[in-house]
């Protein structure tokens, strides 16, 4: 189960419930998301888990 607490972008202090949150208001990638809240736009270093997370929100 996932914990929404989790930080997940340590730059902008951003959880993987704002990520949740982001895709259950509609975010599909991770573009979307980025509209929503920045993650990833200042080191790059959580992309990649961001994108998986994103993916398995959506492929519920």
Same mark, same amino acid.
């Given at each position: ?6 930080? !997940? =972008?340590? =730059? +902008?202090? !951003?959880?993987?419930?704002? !990520? /949740? ?5 509609? %975010?599909?990638? +991770?573009?979307?998301? /980025? %509209? ?8 790059? %270093?959580? !992309?990649?888990?961001?994108?998986? +997370?994103? %993916? ?5």
């Amino acid at each position: 189960m996932m914990n929404p607490d989790e930080v !997940i =972008c340590s =730059c +902008l202090d !951003i959880t993987k419930g704002m !990520i /949740q949150e982001a895709v259950n208001n509609g %975010a599909k990638t +991770l573009e979307d998301v /980025q %509209a929503v809240n920045d993650v990833g736009t200042v080191c790059g %270093a959580c !992309i990649e888990d961001v994108e998986k +997370l994103i %993916a398995e929100l959506t492929s519920k």
